[in-house]
């Protein structure tokens, strides 16, 4: 019974997903890749949403989250059949129709690798649902804080000695709440983080075609997502970096239409909820959302001029809008918004510190299997920092006091990328010189 009860979460949530879709394609008449990104980010937005209500009466209860999404799903249905008495509705059989002729004039490489990309997929989703949650970070407090709301019936603060259960953006862990409460289990606690991979791959191929790249280019993009050594391990557990990511890949893909096409207010509105949901996810979303945002920022400016406030009242309406009940949850208990801080920030700033960092990071990105390549590597790094008159293992700006090493690692939060490391280094010089300001803009702003 159990796993039946677990199946038919399953089940039921990708019919729901696939109803939103469903209905996003036909309301904004866009492709059904832009319509997927929409109902994950409006499927995040009702999680939030029912969450943060059934908090403040304490209703965080198998009940609550049952009878919540029983409504939407209701109220989905009924959009979905009037939809299909239309006339001219989009039907699966012409998009299925459309997708097997594009795959047929396909060159066969291509094609070998979408076979591949499908299989890789396929395995880590199987992972997903047969392993569990093991991560020290699950542990810690990813799957902990999941635990004290369902106890609590509400995301209100709680005793604890781990302070990360409590000030730290709470998205992830809202949808394995959710999960986890429906399912009777955590057996779909990390498909979380396996969906937002999903909705990351359907997302680089968008920006790859919206940057002019080929069908042979946007699936190259999803080869380098899905290649990625920590993307592989962290889709097949209960934290939050691919959460993050999914918001954030929604967040740009949304601007980038924008700037392609027209300004709309829907997909402002769209762009801020999934940039509220990144940054109530993980704090790393301030750093690499705002150039982001000040492109667009600059955009509508040049373009829209006296038109520019309304767009950017929507986006940023609706991610302050997100934001606030944690916001207001951390300022009660630790008199501060964004929480203790953890207090991870450098101590010392300066011109040369920055490049120890930078240079640091990139020696942790180039680290191989051939443990002589390491020591190379980190004996030329050192040379580097004692010949400026610096410590290369310097607390102050190194994390928690650890020692800096060059090590290969196929540990979810230390797995580098040197393959991919290359290939961008490889690919800057001819993006740098090309005419496409947009591409030259989006390498800025990474």
Known sequence: MQLLRELGVLVLWLSLFSGLVYVFKSISKSGWRLAALEAFVFTGFLAWSITETLSAFEAVTLTGIVVSWGIIGLVVSVLVLRILREPERPTLTKALAALATNARQLPKGTVFLLVYLFFSVSVLGLIAIVAPPNSSDAMTYHMSRVMHWQQNRSLDMYPTGILRQLDLGPMAEIGI???????????????????????????????????????????????????????????????????????????????????????????????????????????????????????????????????TIKPLAFLLGAAAFILVPQYVRNANLFSNPFGTGHDLRNSLISPATAASNILRNLAIHAATPIEPLNDYFEERIEAVHEAVGLDMHDSRTTWMETHFTVDFSNQDDLAGNPLHLALILLAMPGLLLSNRRDRIALLTCF
């Open 177 to 307: 709440l959710h999960l986890q409460t429906l399912a009777g289990s955590d057996r779909l606690a990390n498909l979380v983080q396996f969906f937002s991979l999903l909705g990351s791959l359907i997302g680089v191929t968008l920006i790859a075609e919206l940057l002019g790249g080929n069908v042979q280019a946007q699936v190259f993009s999803v080869m380098t997502v899905l290649t990625l050594p920590m993307g592989i391990l962290q889709a097949t557990s209960a934290q939050n970096d691919l959460v993050v990511s999914l918001w954030l890949v929604c967040f740009v893909t949304f601007l980038l239409v924008q700037m392609r096409g027209r300004i709309t207010l829907p997909l402002c509105l769209f762009a801020g909820i999934a940039l509220g949901l990144a940054l109530n996810t993980k704090a790393t979303a301030y750093q690499f959302g705002l150039p982001f945002g000040l492109w667009f920022f600059s955009h509508l400016l040049k373009r829209e001029r006296s038109k």
